[in-house]
């Protein structure tokens, strides 16, 4: 993808018609939205403005057609190199990543057009035992449509922010194969949280629990997975194994929770005592 990029940095015309093309077409906004991420992080908001248009333009159109992930996604990741730009941090970008995906949910930005209703009704349809349940939770006082709402939105959420920080992670690797060959790898390697943003995101979390603000807990969270995803990436990178080591962690971490548990521990212990550089110091 680097000769793509290479492309794209040639000049704002070529920039924004590609993302203005690959927006337009499904299941490539992720290409626009890393597009608008590269020009803004190269040579800042105001000069990349015309490119982030011309992505949100086209996932705008897919807005009005009742898929709000991409338009979305093209803010969130835009939102997130601005951050990284200006802080040159990591942690600061993912915290902030997961404050504006939680704040998207709490509007109700992602619950669908027609409302959860319609999908409400072919789950009851679909399964007796789903049905009984719902009706369970409804004699117990709870609000089976605030519920599915939460859920829905809950979950589009947490795709729109890993999305978001995959095309982040992909714009950065663009950057750094055209202006610094090496740098995002050893970038992505030393990523760990500060106890301070480890801290900040604790806090949320809880506050989002007393509060009635859930979206704040169901996110808080995903800066912690993508340190320990660094971190892992990092401890490969020392002991200079195999690539299909990083094949098994990524199956198992799609495939299993106890691996995701296992990392989010990691990223807590790394915040405390950086393992990597207790690695080389040991080395």
């Not at 000769?3 to 070529?14: D, E, L, S």
């Not at 897919?62 to 040159?88: E, K």
């Not at 094949?247 to 212990?269: D, G, H, R």
Request: with cysteine.
């Amino acid at each position: 993808m680097l000769p793509i990029a290479r492309y794209v940095m040639r000049g704002t015309p070529q920039a924004a018609g590609a993302a203005a093309l690959a927006g337009i077409v499904p299941w490539l906004f992720w290409f626009s939205a890393a597009i608008a991420a590269l020009v803004t992080l190269r040579q800042g908001l105001s000069s990349g403005l015309i490119v982030i248009v011309a992505a949100a333009v086209p996932a705008g159109w897919w807005w009005v057609q009742g898929d709000v992930i991409p338009l979305s996604s093209v803010l969130l990741v835009t939102l997130m190199a601005v951050v990284l730009r200006a802080r040159l941090s990591w942690g600061e970008t993912l915290v902030v990543g997961a404050l504006a995906g939680a704040v998207l949910i709490q509007l109700g930005v992602f619950i669908p057009p027609g409302g959860v209703g319609p999908l409400l009704d072919q789950l009851r349809q679909s399964s007796p035992e789903i049905d009984r349940m719902l009706d369970e939770f409804v004699r117990q006082g709870g609000s089976v449509e605030q519920l599915a709402s939460l859920m829905v939105s809950g979950v589009t959420g947490l795709i729109v922010l890993l999305v978001s920080v995959a095309c982040l992670a992909l714009a950065r690797s663009w950057q750094a194969g055209l202006y610094n060959p090496g740098g995002f790898r050893q970038e992505f390697h030393a990523l760990r949280l500060k106890p301070r943003e480890l801290g900040l995101l604790i806090v949320l979390g809880v506050i989002g629990s007393l509060v009635s603000l859930p979206a704040l807990a169901m996110l808080s969270w995903v800066p912690l997975l993508v340190a320990g995803i660094a971190l892992i990436h990092g401890f490969i990178g020392l002991k200079g194994m195999n690539g299909l080591w990083l094949v098994a962690f990524y199956a198992l971490l799609i495939t299993t929770w106890p691996m995701i548990l296992i990392v989010l521990l990691l990223a807590v212990i790394d915040t405390f005592v950086n393992i990597r550089e207790r690695m080389v110091d040991s080395h």
